[in-house]
């Protein structure tokens, strides 16, 4: 112990299982909150209701599968669903297309179709103007 009339801080240090646990959850929420701006832009871009469509489970995962691919790109993903909104076989503009591909499940279903939709969007900034509207960090 100190000297009589000084006082002595006990200052615990994390176990490493605590800083993995708190690096985990720091990630999760990181993902969580990404998955939420890129759904509340797909589902703007789309014109879907807000009040009917929601971010389920289903979305969100694919969502983190793609972000977990791309190095957690944010903006790519952005810039891959502008590239959707252009393409007219997705939108169901197409002549011979007989419904829209629209849904999230479909323009992100694998690396091959975001390559896709980006080489729609030749000039893009490293970050989307979407994240620069106060819409993500």
């Known amino acids: ?35 939420d701006i890129i759904f509340r832009y797909w589902r703007d871009l789309m014109g879907r209701d807000p009040a009917r469509t929601i971010l389920t489970v289903d979305r969100e ?32 503009r197409a002549e011979r297309s007989t419904k829209a591909y629209d849904d999230l499940e479909s323009i992100l279903m694998n690396r091959g179709r975001i390559e896709k939709f ?6 893009r900034g490293d970050r ?3 994240l620069d509207n106060g819409n993500g960090a």
């Open 1 to 35: 112990m100190g000297k009589p009339g000084t006082a002595v801080a006990v200052v615990k240090t994390s176990t490493l299982p605590e800083q993995k646990a708190r690096r985990r959850r720091l990630k999760t929420d990181a993902l969580a909150l990404a998955a």
């Open 128 to 130: 989307h103007p979407f």
């Open 61 to 92: 995962r694919k969502i983190i599968r793609a972000l977990t691919e791309n190095g957690v790109n944010v903006s790519e993903i952005l810039y891959a669903l502008d590239g959707a909104s252009l393409d007219n076989w997705t939108m169901g």
């Open 118 to 123: 980006l080489l729609l969007v030749p000039e």
